[in-house]
Structure formats: structure tokens, C-alpha cells
């Protein structure tokens, strides 16, 4: 029976795959690598020269004393100073251009990996937490950064740095050299396999723990209100403490490996230089070679295995990056919802219309094969403002995925601006609409830099017209730092109406044609949202408007036309007064449950 020096759970071809899709994505910065490794190689043969040297000079000068007799001692020592100048001054631009190599490829990795993520949003990534998808973007890509710098770079100069240390030893002893190889290969092979075999499972394993951590501490911070008022704060505590538990347990036994490593590799060039010394010692005592090169080759052997010290924990490390590739590539290789490659051409926007007749879309994996939207219709004439109202769960929010391309529908048509929702590339229908929603999301920047989200070429007049429409510009300016006040994480320095009030700013500052407001109301008290809907009622002007809500108070008393929606479809249609007129009718029910 054959031994196979892979752990039983990898597959070679997924990790022969995942490891050329990783060198691939390195190309760019080959150049830095290969700098990097040279410079890395130079300090492993400055070293290795170093020692013999000294070794040498140390006995030789033992010698000519010992015999009285003159030698030039300037050239072996002005020898010895070079290699250690060489060496200090090699593993200062070792680490130097490596570290620059790092952070380049990091760079380009993060912004790589948010390329392709951006089109999986929001449909491909509902199943994956914040937590989650944060410790992918960080850790995982710091994951794959170690191919680099702990894999390649170390393992190709052990290959090259070993068969020239070999080759020069040749040239003392054609027997050493043999020895010194053999003891290498165990060295740089045989132990290196299996720290693999014993650290994979372990580094998988902590991968997977750090990103489950990483999920239960966000979760315990951010639901630490509701933690409280439920009396769950100690389950959560626990769940953390029993994950922190099983990455100790993970990291010693990575430690252990690494432990084991450590101490195979220094008997392993211990046992060389002793086979070196059994080996050299007749050679020295025949003349085949001279008294001082004993030594000089017993140090020769001891340094050479520098180069491959670092092997065990490259292939450690090489577990963790390919249990992270894997994680990374798993959300790479996913088809967005909505498959914009063909590159269609951009429609020319000819009204601020929407039409839809017969809607009806199902979300993947929908028990019983529930519709989100069956057979909805409206329609919205340019200049028009129509109210969508219904209870939570009636496919209102559903409806504006929809309608911006982020879920693909089954069923009926939609147009949009005159042309057929499907003939619409997404950033190009997304530029003709402006969103006011729930969920406001603030970047940790400026609000100058929140606000020209919207449009970036926008200018300072732009920004402040936009902010004195929304009844923001007020508060700003009373702002130490006015325009250039960071907001926070999230938006945590705002309060939930100043932070829809930049929302406001946003989608006047974008100007659009067509206006979707989507529960922009929910969460606020009732001074904060009656104030914040007079400021609607300023956005809505001169613009087609969807608004949708299950708050009848959210209703403004511009709205022409309200629809109400239940299980997907369009249960009651008409003017507000006339709806509110019928006893019996689902919005006159809506009304009165308020």
C-alpha cells in the first residue's frame, strides 16, 4: 500500500486548480516577488559563507600560530566582513521589498475580490452574514497573501539556495556533499510532508473558527440591547468561549506540529554535520584535504540548513491558505442573479414611466414554490406619485429589488423608462433612479463624501443646495467641522432622521428622473417622521414617484393614487379618500389598525 503525503480530505486537483488561480492573480507583481526572492537568497548564501569562512579562518589562524609561520589574514577577513555586511544588508531589502510585494498584493486582492463581489449583491450574498463576509474580505485574503511570502518565496529559494550550497560542497567532497543532500531532503521534505499531514486539518479548522468568532462577536455587540432584555447575554458569552476554546485547542495543536518540526529539523542538521565529520576526518588525516577545511565544512553543513528551516511552516501555512482559497473562490465562482455579461447597449431614457403587468417572481429555494410577487400590475405615468401600502411580507421590498435588477422575475413584463426592464444594463438603470429607504448606510467617511455617493462630479454648490432642500444644511454648518464631519460607523453620530435627511440630499443630489421610497419612514418617531416627510414632499416635486410603505400616516397628501398589496398581488386600487370611503376595503382595514 502506497503512503499518500496529502491529508486524506484534500483533493489534489482542487488544490492544484486553487493554487495556479492563486499565482495567477500574483502575476502582476512578479517583478517585486522575484526581487524578493533573490534578495532572500543572497542573505541564505552570505550566511552559509559567513560561517564556513569564519570556520576556516578560525582554525587556520589556529594553525600558523600553533606553527609559527606568517599568513595573510587581511583577505579572509575583509572576506568575512563583506558576507556579514552582505547578509545584515540583504535581509534589511529582503524584508524591505517582500513587505512592499505584501502590501501590493493585498491591495490588488481586496479590490479583486470586490469586483466580483459587487454583482453578487444583494441576491447571491442574502445567505452570508456581515460577520462572515467581513473575515472573507480581511483575514481570508490575508490568508491567501501567505502563498507569497511563507509558501513560494521560501520554497523556491531552498531549491535553488540548497543545489548551489551542494554543488560548492562538491567541490571540497564529493562525500559530504552526498551526505549533507541526503540529510537536506529529509529535512526539507520528508519533515515538511508531515507537518502538512498534521497541521491541515488544524489550520482548515481555525479558518472556519475565525470567521465564526469573528460572526459571534458582531452578533453579541450588535444585538447586545436585545441580548440584555432577553436574558441571553450569558448564552452568547458561552458560545463565544467555547469557540475561543476550540481555536486554542487548534492553535495547540499547530503548536505541537510546529514543536515537532522545530526539533526534527535540528537533528537533522546535527546528524549531517557529524556524518560530514565522520566523512571528512580520513580525508583530513590523508591530505585529501586540509586540516582547517575540517571545520570549515562542518559549519559549511550546520548553516546549510537554513534554507530549509522555513519549509515546515510554509507547507503549515499552505493548509490555511487553501482551506481560505477555497472560501474566497466559493463566493468568486457564484453566477449573479441578474447575468449581465453579454455587455448590452445602454437604452436612451425616453419618459419617467413604469409599467408592470403580471409581475411574478419566486425566490430560489421558496418553500412550496410561494410566489414573492404573483401577477402584480401598475402603472406609473411620467409625473405621477403612487402609493404602495400593505403589511409586512406582501412583496413590497421585493418589488424594488426587482425593479433595480438585483433579482431576476419569472413571470409578466416590466418597462421602465420606455424600453423593457431585461434591455437595461443595471449601473445603467440604477443612474435614471434615486432609492430613499429604511436602511440608510452611512460609510465611516465624511458626510461630503456620503453625499456626492450620489454624484461625484457634483460641486460644493451642488452639495449645499442639496443639503438646504433636505433641511440638512443647517445642522452641518453647526458642525465644528461642517461638510467634513465624519458620521461614524454606520452612521452611528447621526440620528435616524439626520441620517434619512442625507438619504434625501443623496437622491436630490442625484437628480433622477424616477424616485423610489422605500419604508422611508420606519423607525422614527412620530415628530421625527412628520418632519421628515414635509422633506419628502419638497424631494417628490417634479419627479415620478413610487412610494412604498405599510405606514398609512407615511401616506403625503400629494399621492395620487394608493395600491395595496397582499401576498403579492394588487388587492385594491384607487384615490386615498376613495379607499378610505369603503367600510369593508383592505385600506380602510390598514387605516384602522393603526
Not at 522555513?310 to 472560501?327: I, S
Not at 405606514?551 to 378610505?580: K, M, N, Y
Request: hydrophobic share 50%; charged share 20%.
Amino acid at each position: 500500500m502506497s503512503w499518500n503525503p496529502l491529508p486524506a480530505d484534500v483533493d489534489p486537483a482542487q488544490a492544484r486548480a486553487d493554487l495556479r488561480r492563486l499565482v495567477r492573480l500574483f502575476r502582476p507583481y512578479r517583478n517585486w516577488m522575484l526581487w524578493g526572492a533573490l534578495a532572500s537568497l543572497l542573505t541564505l548564501l552570505a550566511n552559509v559563507a559567513l560561517m564556513a569562512t569564519s570556520g576556516w579562518f578560525i582554525a587556520q589562524m589556529a594553525l600558523v600560530g600553533l606553527a609559527g609561520v606568517a599568513m595573510d589574514y587581511f583577505t579572509p577577513a575583509a572576506f568575512i566582513r563583506a558576507m556579514a555586511i552582505t547578509r545584515t544588508a540583504g535581509r534589511y531589502i529582503e524584508r524591505l521589498i517582500t513587505h512592499e510585494a505584501t502590501f501590493r498584493l493585498l491591495q490588488e486582492l481586496r479590490v479583486w475580490f470586490y469586483r466580483h463581489l459587487e454583482p453578487l449583491a444583494p441576491a447571491r450574498l442574502r445567505e452570508l452574514r456581515g460577520a462572515d463576509l467581513s473575515s472573507r474580505i480581511l483575514s481570508d485574503i490575508d490568508a491567501l497573501n501567505h502563498l507569497y511570502l511563507r509558501v513560494l518565496a521560501p520554497v523556491g529559494v531552498a531549491l535553488i539556495g540548497g543545489a548551489a550550497i551542494v554543488l560548492i560542497m562538491a567541490l571540497f567532497s564529493g562525500r559530504v556533499a552526498a551526505s549533507t543532500l541526503l540529510f537536506l531532503l529529509l529535512a526539507g521534505v520528508a519533515v515538511p510532508l508531515l507537518t502538512f499531514r498534521m497541521g491541515h486539518a488544524p489550520g482548515r479548522a481555525l479558518v472556519d473558527l475565525r470567521a465564526r468568532l469573528r460572526s459571534a462577536a458582531v452578533d453579541g455587540l450588535q444585538g447586545l440591547g436585545e441580548l440584555r432584555i432577553y436574558g441571553g447575554t450569558q448564552r452568547q458569552a458561552q458560545r463565544i468561549g467555547a469557540l475561543t476554546d476550540a481555536m486554542i485547542d487548534q492553535q495547540r495543536q499547530l503548536s505541537r506540529a510546529t514543536g515537532l518540526s522545530q526539533g526534527l529539523l535540528g537533528l537533522c542538521a546535527n546528524l549531517a554535520m557529524w556524518a560530514a565529520l565522520l566523512l571528512a576526518i580520513p580525508l583530513a588525516t590523508g591530505a585529501a584535504i586540509a586540516p582547517a577545511q575540517l571545520p570549515m565544512l562542518a559549519l559549511f553543513v550546520l548553516a546549510s540548513f537554513e534554507a530549509v528551516l522555513p519549509l515546515p511552516l510554509a507547507l503549515q501555512m499552505l493548509g490555511e491558505t487553501l482551506a481560505a482559497a477555497r472560501r474566497v473562490f466559493s463566493i468568486i465562482d457564484a453566477r449573479p442573479q441578474i447575468d449581465e455579461t453579454a455587455n448590452l447597449p445602454v437604452p436612451q431614457w425616453a419618459e419617467s414611466s413604469l409599467l408592470i403587468d403580471g409581475l411574478g417572481l419566486r425566490y430560489p429555494g421558496a418553500p412550496d414554490g410561494a410566489w414573492a410577487l404573483d401577477g402584480l400590475s401598475l402603472q406609473l405615468q411620467p409625473g405621477a406619485r403612487v402609493a404602495l401600502v400593505g403589511p409586512s411580507g406582501a412583496g413590497k421590498s421585493t418589488l424594488v429589488q426587482a425593479l433595480l435588477r438585483f433579482w431576476e422575475y419569472q413571470r409578466g413584463s416590466v418597462r421602465i423608462g420606455g424600453h423593457d426592464l431585461r434591455a437595461w444594463p443595471g449601473e445603467a438603470l440604477r443612474a435614471h433612479i434615486a432609492v430613499v429607504s429604511q436602511d440608510t448606510y452611512l460609510f465611516n467617511t465624511t458626510l461630503r463624501d456620503n453625499l456626492m455617493l450620489a454624484r461625484p462630479e457634483a460641486t460644493q454648490e451642488d452639495v449645499i443646495a442639496a443639503c438646504q432642500a433636505a433641511q440638512l444644511h443647517d445642522f452641518i454648518t453647526s458642525l465644528p467641522e461642517g461638510y467634513d464631519t465624519w458620521v461614524g460607523e454606520a452612521g452611528m453620530r447621526l440620528s435616524g432622521g439626520q441620517a434619512r435627511r442625507v438619504a434625501i440630499a443623496r437622491a436630490l443630489l442625484r437628480n433622477a428622473p424616477l424616485l423610489i421610497l422605500d419604508e422611508p419612514t420606519e423607525g422614527l418617531d412620530a415628530l421625527t417622521e412628520r418632519d421628515l416627510l414635509r422633506d419628502i414632499a419638497t424631494l417628490m416635486q417634479g419627479r415620478t414617484v413610487l412610494l412604498i410603505t405599510h405606514r398609512i400616516a407615511a401616506l403625503p397628501a400629494a399621492v395620487d393614487q394608493v395600491l395595496v398589496i397582499e401576498a403579492g398581488r394588487v388587492v385594491e386600487s384607487g384615490a386615498p379618500a376613495d379607499l378610505l370611503a369603503r367600510p369593508n376595503g383592505a385600506f380602510r382595514a390598514l387605516h384602522d389598525a393603526l
